[in-house]
């Protein structure tokens, strides 16, 4: 089944899927550090809510998007998904599987905060479905202004998490300190 962008998915993510899928893929070549921090390839992690069927459909529907994607910042990519287990386990995860990014699907706005904490320090690019969890810590998020996507990006955070944006694409985004 595949959902229209006002759709049940509509109150998860305001960006549909298919255009978060274009966007993460543009606004990573603008992250200085993607091709260090990717080698070769661009791993995504989409990390579901096990317990929310909205959580887990929107993961399909986002790997399917990213699956016809054909490069991520100039790089092959691959796309996971796995149930949030926990903060620490997330960053071990993102240290030892060497993810480039960590793509949150909708319902985990309760695991922000201790999200946020745990990837200080960690070299990788955090993206939310729901811009709303960028000023709360996630380093990069969607959200549409009168109609057209507009970039939101925690800056803060993006240095913490070794994510460094051209100026170009600060220029044109939402940024939060």
């Known amino acids: 089944m ?7 998915l509509a109150d998860e993510a305001t960006v549909p ?19 260090a921090r990717a080698g070769d390839r661009v791993h ?19 790997t399917s998007a990213l ?15 796995a149930p949030f287990g926990g903060a620490k386990a997330l960053a071990d995860t993102c240290r030892t599987k060497h993810i480039a990014i960590v ?24 993206v939310a479905a729901d811009a709303a969890e960028v000023p709360k ?10 109609g057209k996507p507009k970039i939101v990006v925690h800056l803060g955070q993006a240095k913490k998490q070794e994510v460094a ?3 170009e694409l600060l220029k044109l985004a939402k940024v939060h300190e």
């Open 67 to 81: 699956g016809g994607v054909d490069k991520i910042g100039g790089l092959p990519h691959d796309e996971t998904t």
């Open 103 to 126: 793509y949150l699907a909708p319902g985990l706005a309760d695991e922000v905060p201790a999200i946020r904490s745990a990837l200080e320090g960690v070299n990788v690019l955090s």
């Open 44 to 62: 995504v992690l989409i990390l579901v809510n096990a317990k929310s069927d909205a959580s887990n459909s929107f993961a399909k529907h986002m």
């Open 17 to 35: 899927v298919a255009l978060q899928a274009e966007l993460v893929a543009k606004v990573a070549s603008y992250d200085r550090n993607l091709a």
């Open 137 to 146: 810590g996630i380093v990069l998020g969607f959200d549409l202004v009168s």
């Open 165 to 167: 944006f051209k100026a």
């Open 2 to 8: 595949l959902l229209s962008p006002r759709t049940s």
